[in-house]
């Protein structure tokens, strides 16, 4: 196996640059690599490691963005899931995968060989040294054995920790790494070389998309010869006949490595982590778990971890297995997601900062010691990012709730107490659409019944499925408290005109206080805008907005901002005082730390998602149009809408049935058709906003996201064209 050495040396000398190897005459290291051997018996280094520090067991994080083990031989294997997975994203393209039983497979011919510098840490590293080189009697009994500083599992057989030969006594015995003072939890390499050898090299991601296990050809070690017994042991026969490669070949060859360990080195703080993308090395630093540099301020982001790091290559793991055009029967075919404006995935990025908050920000954030002040300050951040996202200069004015009903149900219980507060014989009058969400809608209904307040609601004009301006201002009164309107509809994406109604009423608001009268606020829920379209409560001209975290790829809560002076709140709930005494009830710290992650996701790139909504958006248009010739856009004539909703009907069929015969190609929605004396009917939401009974009951709504790929555009577009031009046949 000297060729496998070579090849090794050479990518060792020659690709890996100089950043991050051990500095020559002061620092050592172990190196580790994966060769490829193809068909023809060609041989090339696919992943390689080098070794460092394991961090200890108080060290890992709990997340996985931390490399907890990065000895040579786990950054080393970690590297090749990466070159693996680039090869499935690479199926179609000259990979060494080909399908095999509806999973992948390596094609026959490839072979794997793997290479270390040194013997594996654990039993394979305990060997008698040869006498002939050994030192002069005296010091024989202490130095004629060569010892590892893994330690045996806690509960099986203990090493005697004699002299000499009766230091290591549990030969066999599983061990974790020692570490440096920290123990660690992870376990020796030798003892992972065997699991590896048992259940492939592949990981357990991997593991799920291919038909087998990937496994080694041959084992290389640069080692004195008085090592080969003990790697046999670790390896081989401390398992008897049970290994499933009775004919693994394992080779020792003489130890001559750069970077070698010798007396007066020191360990190299670093890993360098190397692995074939797209033909092309890759190489990344690790020290302490994270990239090489990493300043404090970026610690827990993307930009602090490896991407062989449990965290980091799940993530990528993800994004490959949605790419594939024919994704393996053992993964759940995963369906076109279009329902954005249902609800949205998490980001990345808020899972992380989430996660993170339940192991820092655990205290309760009332609390005057420290683990609550530190709670209290990540809510006060988490506020002043919600704050900037919708353009309010206040923090205070941004109270956290359970979610979108409940701030609009605060908004509007609000705006009635404190009129009947102020007129206590006057019952309140609240002017609303004709096409609000339920959270808004039965709430006022069953106040109307209750004979709680008088209701208005004003019709959205046909033609354009929008409010005309002076049609809610007509609609005023002396005793009008309130006036409610969503900024852009979930089922048809029209915007609402709230800018114009809001300066209106600013107008009216000065005459009415020139009077006498009472100020009247006004509220908008902005769920289905927030993230697509920019949203200011200044420009606005808004006293209430409501905000819900689940639309903007946030956690499911909410939050509802109220202008100072106009936008009072008065409690749902009473209890213990917390949000300023508005809201009662321990907050719920890591959600809303989600929260505030997503607002700065929001302000960081919102120009950037409205042009990808929109191209996709319009894609799907166009790609429908040209396949299914009885679509129709039902709102194509109505400029301002979201960029990312399509409410699309085809003609002669019913929207809840398309999706059906789609048989889980596709997620989207469309309002369940409800019957009226036996007769179908639509949304009554489109039917307010123009559309006829038949194309009401023809639509489905059709809402990208922030990842939709146009790929899978055109994979729905190409489902539900045969379904609807199916039903024309």
């Known amino acids: 196996m000297a060729e496998v050495k070579n090849d090794a040396v050479e990518f060792f000398e020659k690709k890996l640059g100089k950043n991050g190897k051990p500095r020559k005459g002061q620092e050592w290291t172990v190196f580790c690599a994966i060769i490829l051997e193809a068909v023809n018996g060609s041989k090339r280094v696919v992943a390689a490691g080098t070794g460092s520090k394991c961090l200890g067991s108080t ?5 996985g963005e931390l490399l907890h083990d990065s000895h040579a031989e786990v950054t080393c294997k970690r590297a090749f899931h990466r070159f693996i997975l680039d090869q499935v994203r690479n199926i179609t393209e000259g990979s060494i995968l080909e399908e095999h039983r509806d999973l992948l497979a390596v094609k026959p011919g490839f072979k794997f060989h ?3 510098s040194h013997p594996p840490c654990g039993d394979g590293s305990i060997a008698v040294k040869d006498q002939a080189n050994s030192e002069p009697d005296s010091k024989r009994l202490k130095l004629d054995v060569h010892r590892t500083g893994a330690k045996c599992l806690k509960g099986d057989a203990e090493d005697g920790l004699g002299l000499g030969l009766n230091y290591h006594t549990a030969l066999g015995a599983i061990r974790t790494k020692p570490g440096r003072g920290d123990p660690t939890s992870s376990l020796s390499c030798s003892d992972k070389l065997v699991k590896w050898n048992f259940l492939g090299w592949q990981g357990s991601l991997l593991a799920a998309i291919l038909s087998g296990p990937i496994r080694m050809t041959s084992l290389t070690f640069c080692a004195d010869p008085c090592f080969e017994p ?12 049970e290994l499933p490669q009775p004919d693994l070949c394992i080779q020792i060859v003489p130890s001559e490595f750069p970077c070698q360990k010798e007396d007066g080195l020191v360990p190299s703080p670093c890993s360098i982590i190397a692995c074939v993308i797209k033909r092309e090395v890759q190489i990344e630093i690790s ?14 982001t993307s930009r602090a971890r490896n991407k062989i790091c449990r965290l980091s290559y799940s993530q990528e793991f993800v994004e490959v297995i949605r790419g594939l055009r024919k994704p393996p029967q053992d993964i759940q075919e995963m369906a076109i997601y279009l329902d954005y404006n249902a609800t949205c995935p998490m980001d990345p990025e808020v899972i992380e900062a989430i996660q993170r908050s339940c192991i820092e920000d655990w205290g ?17 951040k988490a506020r002043q990012s919600v704050a900037k996202m919708i353009g309010s200069n206040d923090p205070s004015q941004i ?12 908004a509007m219980h609000s705006s009635i107490e404190h009129f009947k507060k102020a007129n206590p014989t006057v019952k309140p009058h609240v002017i609303t659409s004709n096409i609000e969400h339920v959270a808004t809608d039965l709430p006022l209904r069953k106040w109307l019944a209750q004979g709680v307040i008088e209701l208005t609601l004003v019709e959205v004009c046909r033609k354009k499925g929008s409010l005309n301006v002076e049609d809610v201002m007509a609609e005023i009164k002396s005793n009008t408290c309130l006036i409610t309107i969503m900024l852009a509809n979930n089922e048809t994406g029209i915007i609402q005109p709230i800018k114009e109604i809001g300066d209106r009423l600013q107008v009216i608001n000065g005459d009415r206080q020139t ?12 769920a289905q805008a927030i993230g697509k379209i920019p949203v200011d409560v200044d420009i606005l001209n808004v006293d209430y907005l409501t905000i819900v975290g689940h639309k903007f790829y946030g956690p499911r809560i909410g939050a509802l901002y109220h202008r100072q002076g106009t936008g009072t709140i008065y409690p749902l709930f009473l209890g213990g005082g917390q949000e300023q005494g508005l809201r009662a009830g321990t907050e719920n710290t890591p959600m809303i730390m989600g929260l505030g992650k997503a607002a700065d996701l929001v302000v960081a790139g919102l120009d950037k998602d409205m042009d990808h909504l929109r191209l996709r958006r319009d894609h799907l248009i166009a790609v429908l149009q040209k396949s299914c010739l009885t679509l129709s856009d039902n709102f194509a004539h109505v400029e301002n ?6 409410s699309a009907s085809f003609g002669g069929c019913i929207g809840h049935d398309i999706l059906t015969k789609c048989q889980g190609q596709i997620e989207a929605s469309t309002t369940a058709a409800c019957h009226s004396h036996g007769i179908a009917s639509g949304s009554p939401v489109l039917l307010k906003s123009g559309l006829d009974p038949e194309a009401a009951l023809g639509t489905i709504r059709l809402s990208v996201g922030r990842h939709t790929t146009q790929e899978e555009i055109e994979k729905a577009a190409m489902a539900l064209k045969d379904v609807v031009n199916k039903d024309h046949q």
Do not use: W
């Open 59 to 63: 060290e890992i994080s709990m997340n």
């Open 641 to 646: 809408r979201l960029p990312n909703t399509l």
């Open 230 to 241: 003990s790697i046999r042991r670790a390896l081989q026969t401390r398992f008897g006949a």
């Open 114 to 116: 793997f290479f270390s």
């Open 364 to 380: 309760n954030p009332s609390s005057s010691y420290q683990t609550g002040r530190k709670a209290k300050s990540a809510l006060d």
């Open 515 to 526: 009077q006498g009268q009472n100020q009247i606020p006004f509220h908008t829920d902005a």
């Open 399 to 410: 109270t956290f709730v359970s979610g979108g009903t409940e701030a609009n149900h605060l």
């Open 287 to 300: 020290v302490d778990g994270r990239k090489q540099g990493c300043i404090k301020k970026y610690l827990h």
